[in-house]
């Protein structure tokens, strides 16, 4: 059994001030890689609708995160090249499909659709995760409050993009269709490694997921003719630092998954969208102090205490 198996994982995790604590330090991590990310399309002059280039952008980032996971692993002698043929297959696939599959998905349909929908569409992560985990595990069903709590958190991403622009276009396959499968495909893969989290260690799982989906994101960008601007220490450093917040995101959020209930986890999935405004806001410049986001702030914060009292039901 590994460490992070042990009991004192069980109980440091699942304890709810910590669940709080690093559940929301991912979301302030995930959150500030939308003006990060930005930024770097422009430091690099990625068009809009230059998905293959976006692709090799977003190879990069997970394939520097997943190999500096595995050497911080390698160095706390965790298990970093013992796997076996079954645990690697496993890891191979929740690469291709968590990190590769899903942002293939996300990035084509954030060319055909505004950013207002997708952020929306997005969130529709947090249901998909409530509604398979029901299916999936006896001790994570849905209940009249844990519906409510998902539906106020929804709520509260709704309001965030309040005024952000007009909603009346028609949806298309290709755009807010593929936001959507974006969302089912990181729901069920998120699904899929806490299964295999129960017989690995998660740093060493996400480690390898994230650098085999990066190196797919690579591959299918240099195939489909993508090309990467000139790198500068200012570029290079904001890929170091998506990079970075990738590696701790993913792998801080793994260990949530891995101990506690699905739907306990995804539903703080609401606040990216917050703090992405926010943060967006302050790096822009503009308002933040807004009466939308302080609304969305209160409606997700009252959809996260009801869900994650939901055992009490």
């Not at 106020?152 to 290709?174: D, R």
């Not at 939308?292 to 009801?306: E, F, P, R, T």
């Amino acid at each position: 059994m590994s460490k992070a198996a042990s009991p004192y994982g069980q109980q440091f995790f699942s304890n709810p001030k910590m669940v709080l604590a690093l559940a929301t330090l991912c979301c302030v991590l995930w959150g500030s890689s939308f003006p990060a990310i930005k930024n770097g399309y422009e430091m690099l002059g990625i068009a809009q609708h230059d998905v293959p280039s976006k692709l090799i952008f977003a190879g990069y980032r997970f394939l520097l995160a997943g190999l500096c996971l595995l050497l911080l692993a390698a160095c706390m002698r965790k298990p970093v090249l013992r796997l076996d043929r079954k645990q690697f297959g496993q890891v191979a696939a929740l690469g291709v499909a968590q990190t590769g599959l899903q942002y293939v998905f996300f990035y084509i349909g954030l060319a055909y659709t505004s950013g207002v929908r997708a952020s929306i569409l997005n969130a529709t992560t947090t249901f998909f995760s409530v509604l398979l985990a029901h299916f999936v595990y006896h001790n994570d069903k849905l209940s009249p409050r844990k519906s409510i709590g998902c539906l106020l958190g929804f709520a509260g991403v709704l309001t965030v993009n309040a005024g952000g622009g007009p909603l009346t276009a028609p949806p298309s396959l290709l755009g807010e269709g593929f936001i959507v499968i974006a969302a089912f495909v990181l729901s069920a893969a998120s699904i899929y490694g806490k299964y295999v989290s129960k017989n690995m260690d998660a740093m060493v799982m996400t480690g390898w997921q994230l650098a085999i989906g990066g190196l797919a994101l690579l591959v299918g960008g240099y195939v489909t003719g993508g090309t990467l601007g000139t790198m500068t220490p200012a570029s290079t450093a904001l890929l170091v630092y998506l990079a970075l917040l990738s590696a701790v995101a993913f792998t801080v959020w793994s260990l949530l998954l891995k101990y506690n209930p699905v739907g306990k986890i995804s539903v703080f999935a609401f606040l990216v969208p917050v703090f992405g405004s926010a943060l967006s806001a302050l790096f822009l410049n503009e308002t933040i102090l807004e009466w939308k986001n302080l609304a969305a702030l209160l409606l997700v914060c009252g959809g996260i205490w009801l869900v994650t009292r939901s055992n009490q039901d």
